[in-house]
């Protein structure tokens, strides 16, 4: 079956400890994307991945770091410079064209010990 | 700015129909989406428009008008597993970024 996967899906990180997000597809979509999601605050768009080797910021970056290294992977990175990191985390994707649909992942909910 | 606006909680009976509108401000306009989003989980895809007029998905129904600016998804014979919230999000500009509303949480009652 098709589709996107994300792990683990409870993290739980310590002060000043990095942690990775993964995230893999096996649609064949061109474009990836992290959003971040709080209470009563939306979807918000941490970063975009249009094409392997390549990646935007969104309205978040601030804080994490991303890599493309293959079409099916895009992991995201909270740093510690990522104040206020409890969030549930979305990685979706798309086939790429403007504005087609984007699907979700099951989602990552992180946890600050 | 680019803005959109849904209604922030709605209720409605089982067996019933509910509309929930969207209305949008963007600078471009690539399409219209709608997702259903149950607590905890996910958003999953509803619909897709991008010309005005009503698109019917079996009990969900949804509609645009570019030129108001304003969108409606349509819940008909209205079951508990509905209780959900709802997307909005409109795709603007020339890149793949969609802009997203807050989302409409919507109880079922028996």
């Known amino acids: 079956d098709g589709g996107i996967t994300q792990s683990p899906k409870y993290l739980f990180r310590k002060e000043g400890q990095n942690v990775t997000l993964s995230c893999e597809q096996n649609?064949?979509?061109?474009?990836m994307y992290w959003y971040r999601q709080d209470p009563g605050q939306g979807l918000r768009l941490i970063y975009y991945?249009?094409?392997?080797?390549?990646?935007q910021k969104g309205d978040i970056a601030e804080g994490y770091s991303v890599s493309r290294e293959k079409k099916e992977s895009f992991p995201l990175t909270v740093t510690s410079a990522q104040k206020n990191p409890t969030a549930f985390y979305l990685c979706a994707s798309s086939t790429g064209r403007t504005s087609e649909t984007q699907y979700f992942g099951p989602g990552t909910r992180l946890l600050v010990l | 700015g680019q803005n959109i606006d849904q209604p922030t909680e709605m209720t409605a009976t089982e067996g019933a129909i509910v509309q929930i509108n969207c209305t949008y401000q963007t600078s471009g306009f690539n399409g219209l989406f709608w997702y259903q989003q149950h607590a905890g989980e996910a958003p999953t895809f509803l619909s897709y428009?991008?010309l005005d007029g009503l698109e019917e998905k079996g009990r969900f129904s949804s509609f645009l008008s570019r030129s108001k600016g304003y969108s409606y998804l349509l819940l008909k014979e209205l079951q508990m597993k509905d209780s959900a919230s709802y997307l909005c999000?409109?795709?603007?500009?020339?890149?793949?970024?969609?802009?997203w509303g807050l989302g409409t949480s919507l109880a079922v009652n028996p």
């Open positions: 428009n991008v």
């Open positions: 649609l064949n979509h061109d474009a």
């Open positions: 991945s249009q094409i392997v080797n390549d990646f």
């Open positions: 999000a409109v795709g603007a500009g020339n890149n793949r970024k969609l802009i």
